[in-house]
């Protein structure tokens, strides 16, 4: 079940890849679509050990829960959407892409995804 | 002159603060509108840190650089636009601002805080 709201969300925003994920880097669930951008599980575990860092840290400074994140670089755009305190999904697309709708996706798809996870 | 252009991307954006910044997380320049927010440079350090670190784990899994970093917390909007190597912006904003003018704000001024760092 996982699976095909993660191909969902991965499909419409013409995305490479979403993964769900806990903060100790565990993948749950991953879909990728046919690509040429190789293996992007090694991201998918930096950003688990970087949010699980910014998530202690800003805890401390008292600037609430994290509920996103997003990184550009010259080849990716990746959205990360906090599902709880254990799990998280990391959407990866092409730089270009259109990164308003991988929100909306990743915000429409959220409370399905937090009532699999109980 | 850095100054004024922090301080036009806090107004127009109705944010909170904005800050230029080294990798090595010393301030250069930094505009704060009058606000109950408490003191906002402890989380800019943090961010020249993290940032830091993203900076040379995405270099090694060859991403391309990091151009924009976004965080979405309960009580704030972050968006992070690196400037060159050494330097970066961190917009400040609330939960609910309008973060694509806060965006759009730090894509316009980019050329000149650029232009101002030679």
Redesign the interface.
């Known amino acids: 079940m996982f699976r095909s709201i993660l191909q969902g969300i991965v499909e419409e925003a013409e995305g490479y890849s979403a993964v769900l994920m806990g903060y100790d880097g565990l993948a749950v669930e991953q879909y990728d679509r046919p690509a040429e951008v190789g293996d992007l599980t ?2 998918a575990v ?1 950003y688990a050990h ?1 949010l699980k ?2 998530k202690d ?2 805890g401390v ?1 008292n ?14 755009q990746i959205i990360i959407r906090t599902l709880n305190e254990e799990y998280f999904v990391i959407l990866t697309m092409k ?1 270009n892409g259109n990164y308003g709708k991988g929100r909306y996706l990743l915000s429409r798809d959220l409370f399905r995804l937090r009532e699999e996870l109980q």
């Open positions: 090694s991201f930096e970087i860092e910014m840290t800003l400074l600037s609430g829960e994290i509920e996103e994140l997003t990184v550009r670089t010259e080849r990716f730089a």
